[in-house]
C-alpha cells in the first residue's frame, strides 16, 4: 500500500510538472528555431552554445516526462520517432564525443545532419504552437440561451417563448452550416429593475455562462428595452467578437399607438423573433447584411406582422457559411497558467485579425479621453501646475530623447494595465478555468483600445503643454532662466519637455482619475450598431 501510493505521488509530481512546462516550452521552441537559423547564418556564440545545450536538456525532460506517463510507451516511440532523432543530434554539440565532428561538418553527413536538425527545430515550434492553441473543438455548436428578467415578469412566463425559439432556429442553423446545433436554457438572471439597458450590459453575464458550459455562443433575451451605442432603440444586437447576441422581446411586442400590445405566443412575434435570431447568428457565424427580399435572413431586420414564417439562408448564404463553420467552434484553454494565457491571447489575435481591427477602427479608442472628464481632469491639472515649475524644466530640457521616449512608453503601458486590472475590463470578469477562443479575442481588443486611449490621452496633454510653451510662455524668459544652461530652447526641447509632462499627466490621470467603467465597455465597440 505504501509502495502504490508513492508511485501515485510521484506520478502526481510529473503530472504537474507536465503542465508546468507547457507554456515555457512554446517560448523555447521559438528560440530553439531562432538559434538554429542564427547557427546557419553566421554560427553560435559560447554563450548561445551553452544556451542550446540548456534548451536541448529541457527538451529531453519534457520528452522523458511525456514518455512516462504515456499510456502505450511503444506506440508513443513510434509516433515521435523524429523527435527522438532531434534529441539525439544535440548530444553531440553539447557533449563533443568525437572530434571528427569538425571535419564531418564539412562533409555531407554534416548536411545532412544540418537539415534533420533544421526538420526537427521546425517541427517542434509547429507542435508546440499547435498546442497553446488550446483543444481542437469538434465540429458541432452548443449555444447558451440565458435569461435575463426584470420585475416586472417571471422566468415561467418566458419559458415557453424560449423553448419555442430554439425550436423554430434550431434546424436551419443546423442544415445551412452542415454541422449540428445544439441550444441549452441555462440559468436565467434576475434584473433589479425595468430600466433601458445596452448589450454591453450583458456582457459580464454572458461571458460567466460561456466559460460555465462552456458554450461556443450565448444568446440573451431579455424583457427591457434594449439600446445600441448611438442611443438608437434595437429589437437585437450581435457581437461577433464576443459571440454573443442579445434579444429584446420588448420591442417584439410593441405596437404603434392605438393597437393592442403584442403576446410572447402570438404568431407574429413567434416569427419575426426566430427570423431576428437567424440574423443575429448570421452575422456571428460572418456573414454581412444583404440588401432588400435577396437577403433572405440576412435583409435588414425589421418587425413585419405578415411574416407567415421565418425565412431561411439563401444559398449564396448557406455556401459562406459552410465555408465559415471551421472557424466557429470555439477553441478553449482549460486551466492554464499566466504564461499560457498570454500565448493563447497572442495566437487567437494572430488567427482572427479582421476581428480585432475592425471594432478598433469603430471605436476611435484614441479619441476616448474626451468622453471620460474625470480620467482627462485627473491627467490636465498636474500637468498645469507643473508646466509652470522651474524644476520640471529643468529636469525636462537636460533630459535625453531616448529616456524621454522610455518614461511614455512606460506611463502609456503601465497606465494601460493598472485601469485593466483596477476596473476588471478583461472577460471573463471572474476567475474561471476556461478561457475561451473570442473571449481572448475581446480581451486583446479591450487592451489594445484602451492603450490606444492611453496614447490619446498623453497626446492631448502634451499638445495642451505645447500650446502653452509656445504661445504662454516669452521666449525671453525661457532663455534667461537661472538654472537653465541651455543659452537657446529649441523646437526639440520643448517638445521633449512636452513629452516628460504629459507622462506624469497619463500617469496621475490613471491613478487618480480612472474609468467610468460603463462608459469604457459602451465604446469599446464590441457589438454591431443595427441588427
Not at 449540428?180 to 450590459?201: G, K, M, Q, Y
Not at 404568431?267 to 456571428?284: F, K, M, Q, W
Not at 522651474?390 to 512608453?409: H, K, P
Amino acid at each position: 500500500m505504501t509502495k502504490e501510493n508513492t508511485q501515485q505521488k510521484k506520478f502526481r509530481i510529473l503530472y504537474k510538472l507536465e503542465a508546468w512546462l507547457e507554456g515555457p516550452m512554446f517560448l523555447l521552441s521559438i528560440v530553439w528555431l531562432y538559434l538554429f537559423i542564427i547557427e546557419l547564418a553566421r554560427g553560435l556564440s559560447p554563450f548561445q552554445e551553452k544556451l542550446v545545450i540548456l534548451i536541448w536538456i529541457l527538451f529531453v525532460v519534457e520528452f522523458l516526462i511525456k514518455l512516462v506517463l504515456s499510456a502505450n510507451k511503444i506506440t508513443y516511440t513510434k509516433k515521435n520517432w523524429l523527435t527522438i532523432l532531434a534529441l539525439f543530434i544535440p548530444a553531440f554539440r553539447a557533449f563533443r564525443l568525437l572530434r571528427a565532428i569538425r571535419v564531418l561538418q564539412l562533409s555531407r553527413v554534416a548536411t545532412t545532419t544540418t537539415f534533420v536538425r533544421g526538420l526537427t527545430s521546425s517541427k517542434r515550434f509547429l507542435s508546440e504552437l499547435k498546442s497553446a492553441q488550446g483543444i481542437n473543438p469538434d465540429a458541432e455548436m452548443h449555444v447558451g440561451v440565458l435569461l435575463a428578467y426584470s420585475p416586472a415578469i417571471t422566468p415561467e412566463e418566458m419559458q415557453p417563448f424560449l423553448q419555442q425559439l430554439v425550436l423554430d432556429v434550431q434546424p436551419e442553423m443546423t442544415v445551412s452550416t452542415g454541422i449540428p446545433w445544439s441550444f441549452h436554457l441555462v440559468e436565467p438572471i434576475a434584473l433589479t429593475s425595468d430600466r433601458t439597458r445596452e448589450p454591453s450590459d450583458f456582457l459580464g453575464a454572458a461571458t460567466m455562462r460561456m466559460t460555465e458550459g462552456p458554450y461556443d455562443i450565448v444568446v440573451v433575451v431579455t424583457d427591457v428595452t434594449l439600446i445600441s451605442r448611438k442611443d438608437r432603440i434595437e429589437a437585437g444586437l450581435a457581437s461577433p467578437v464576443t459571440y454573443t447576441a442579445v434579444i429584446s422581446t420588448q420591442r417584439l411586442t410593441t405596437t404603434s399607438r392605438g393597437k393592442p400590445v403584442r403576446t410572447l405566443d402570438a404568431p407574429s412575434v413567434r416569427v419575426n423573433a426566430a427570423t431576428l435570431l437567424l440574423h443575429l447568428l448570421g452575422h456571428i457565424s460572418g456573414l454581412q447584411h444583404m440588401g432588400g427580399e435577396k437577403g433572405g435572413v440576412m435583409a435588414p431586420y425589421s418587425f413585419r406582422e405578415r411574416r407567415e414564417s421565418p425565412p431561411g439562408y439563401k444559398d449564396q448564404e448557406r455556401t459562406q457559411l459552410k465555408k465559415n463553420v471551421k472557424y466557429l467552434p470555439e477553441r478553449e484553454l482549460h486551466g492554464g497558467t499566466a504564461l499560457e494565457g498570454f500565448i493563447f491571447h497572442l495566437i487567437m489575435a494572430a488567427k482572427h485579425p479582421k476581428a480585432v481591427l475592425i471594432p478598433l477602427l469603430r471605436n476611435w479608442a484614441i479619441l476616448l479621453p474626451l468622453s471620460l472628464p474625470g480620467l482627462a481632469t485627473a491627467a490636465v491639472a498636474p500637468s498645469l501646475l507643473l508646466i509652470f515649475t522651474a524644476e520640471i524644466w529643468d529636469v525636462g530640457l537636460n533630459m535625453g530623447n531616448r529616456t524621454t521616449a522610455f518614461f511614455a512608453a512606460a506611463s502609456i503601458l503601465g497606465a494601460s494595465f493598472y485601469l485593466i486590472k483596477i476596473q476588471s475590463l478583461f472577460l471573463p470578469r471572474k476567475e474561471k478555468n476556461v478561457l475561451t477562443e473570442h473571449q481572448a479575442i475581446a480581451n486583446v481588443v479591450i487592451f489594445l483600445s484602451i492603450l490606444l486611449a492611453c496614447f490619446g490621452l498623453f497626446l492631448m496633454v502634451g499638445g495642451l503643454m505645447m500650446i502653452i510653451e509656445l504661445h504662454v510662455f516669452p521666449e525671453d524668459l525661457i532663455s534667461t532662466w537661472p538654472t537653465l544652461d541651455k543659452p537657446v530652447v529649441g523646437l526639440s526641447d520643448k517638445l521633449r519637455l512636452a513629452a516628460f509632462i504629459s507622462t506624469v499627466g497619463v500617469t496621475t490621470g490613471a491613478l487618480a482619475g480612472g474609468l467610468e467603467k460603463k462608459t469604457v465597455i459602451q465604446h469599446l465597440a464590441l457589438f454591431l450598431d443595427k441588427p
